[in-house]
């Protein structure tokens, strides 16, 4: 039973239905703006109502934040390692009931829900361990005087996350932030609130000091704007589409104030004809449809060699008739229902366009059926597509894959950067000098190798182009929350 599985995990993880909304200091604070609504995506009923912030509640939480963040830089570094690592272990203990949360408000398929919480306490792990190991630097300068460098914290972040990958996303960012010092107002998507509330809950059990992560729940509208242009804010955080990355830098540059954007993607995913095709053919599936495609680095552009792209297609084919999206607690399904209402008009607008456009439908759905509840959209290849077509050209963000012919590699990479877009990329061959020509020619912050997805939170990630700029995770996302203090001295 959904609504009384849902109601107990919040109640346990974030509080009852009527405190959910912002939480400041240590407690729950429900908003007092207009009523937003919590949707099942896998039937669309109702989960719950609750109120929207008001730029009263948005001040609050920054206040907070900025006296969080001065009792939180006061600590040793060693000592705020230690309590991240607890937030790391509070999230282990908790993760099933945490997996749970997520999948039934955020509609991600229960076993990528797991999955995803083991990574959530693996970056706290990972960032607990950098807090006292980043510092800076002894400079050698002319005259015989000293130079060193100190990396400070920049302050409180505010940090915009979107409805996809709702609690992952959220620790990508906040962890390295919090290890080197910032405090965070995590400001999630008004769709999805819940599991980031329950990590600022877990982070005041663990240990860390009130209003070193506070969340504000609410729209974007009424938070973004009200907190970027408070001088408390110090850097923004903004993982989300191209439309808001822009309101969002346009108002960070106002201040001015820094900005690192992670926005949308178009990735290529290019076969050659020597590649092993089962294995490729396989992972094109999954590089589309995993979370139902509704994910920034979606392998969502197939370029196939022309000289095996008839045969290569039904192998895609194949394995998108075996790819199971389904109900989000089913543990068979692989990935869920589209996140939203709205999303999920856009999915089925896109896969119309691109028939439209000219594109084949090789498997899937023409349009969405007639009677459904929830949000369902199940594995979409459209074949014969060019990449000049509208199709090929904007992110879908849904799993809707498109397959693209090309002649030889000068052509796959020339096509492959013939986008706005430059996140992920792949390339499937046997011949290893030209896996490495590919990669290294592909536009792209991240690029797979006769693999694809894999992630980890030691290595950098973030886009180029309209994928935004800026890079998170690993060690070069601790330069993103540091700044460079050079001091002299007389010797
Ligand atoms: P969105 O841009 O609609 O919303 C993202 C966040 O911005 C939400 O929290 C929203 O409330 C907030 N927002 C909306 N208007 C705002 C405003 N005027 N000022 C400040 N904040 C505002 O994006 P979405 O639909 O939630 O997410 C889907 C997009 O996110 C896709 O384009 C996807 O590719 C992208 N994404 C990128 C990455 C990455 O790492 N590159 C990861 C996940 C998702």
């Given at each position: 039973n959904i609504p009384d599985l849902f109601e107990s995990l919040r109640d346990r993880l974030v509080g009852d239905a009527q405190t959910v909304g912002s939480f400041i200091d240590g407690t729950n604070v429900p908003g007092e703006g207009r009523e937003l609504a919590l949707i099942y995506p896998a039937d669309g009923s109702l989960l719950q109502n609750y109120r929207d912030a008001t730029p009263t509640i948005v001040e609050r939480a920054l206040t907070s934040c900025a006296r969080g963040q001065r009792a939180w830089a006061d600590l040793s570094a060693q000592r705020r390692g230690e309590l991240l690592a607890e937030v790391g272990c509070l999230i282990k203990k908790h993760a099933e009931d945490l997996a749970i949360l997520e999948s039934i408000s955020s509609g991600k398929a229960i076993k990528g829900a797991r999955a995803q919480l083991v990574a959530v306490s693996e970056i706290f792990r990972y960032y607990a361990g950098w807090a006292d190991k980043f510092g800076g630097s002894v400079i050698s300068v002319p005259g015989g005087q000293l130079n060193y460098t100190l990396r400070e914290p920049i302050g409180v972040f505010l940090q915009i996350m979107p409805w996809n990958s709702p609690l992952y996303l959220a620790a990508w960012h906040a962890a390295p932030a919090l290890a080197m010092g910032n405090a965070v107002l995590l400001k999630p998507s008004e769709l999805t609130p819940l599991t980031a509330l329950a990590l600022a809950r877990l982070a005041i059990d663990a240990g860390l000091p009130p209003g070193v992560l506070n969340v504000v729940g609410g729209l974007g509208q009424t938070i973004g704007e009200a907190a970027i242009a408070n001088t408390i804010v110090k850097k923004v955080v903004f993982v989300g589409s191209i439309r808001t990355g822009r309101q969002v830098s346009a108002a960070a540059a106002k201040r001015p104030i820094g900005c690192l954007l992670e926005l949308g993607g178009k990735s290529a995913n290019i076969v050659f004809e020597d590649a092993d095709l089962e294995a490729a053919a396989k992972m094109a599936a999954v590089a589309a449809f995993a979370n139902t495609g509704q994910n920034c680095v979606a392998g969502s552009r197939l370029f196939v060699q022309r000289g095996i792209y008839d045969e290569f297609m039904e192998r895609v084919v194949d394995a998108a008739s075996k790819y199971r999206i389904g109900a989000p607690l089913d543990e068979n399904s692989e990935s869920g229902p589209i996140n939203n209402a709205a999303q999920y008009k856009r999915v089925w607008d896109m896969i119309r366009l691109g028939l439209d456009e000219?594109?084949?439908?090789?498997?899937?759905?023409?349009e969405a059926p007639k009677r459904q509840d929830g949000f369902l959209v199940g594995p979409t290849v459209l074949k014969n597509?060019?990449?000049?077509m509208r199709i090929a050209r904007e992110e879908v963000f849904g799993p809707v894959l498109v397959a693209i012919p090309f002649d030889d590699e000068a052509d796959a990479v020339a096509q492959a950067n013939d986008s706005e877009f430059g996140l992920g990329g792949a390339v499937w061959t046997r011949d290893i000098a030209r896996a490495h020509r590919v990669a290294a020619k592909v536009r792209a912050g991240i690029f797979w190798i006769n693999m694809y997805r894999d992630m980890h939170v030691a290595t950098p990630f973030g886009g180029c182009d309209n994928s935004g700029y800026g890079r998170s995770s690993g060690i070069e996302a601790l330069y993103e929350y540091t700044q460079t203090k050079s001091v002299w001295v007389p010797t």
């Open positions: 000219g594109a084949e439908l090789a498997f899937g759905m023409a597509v060019r990449n000049d």
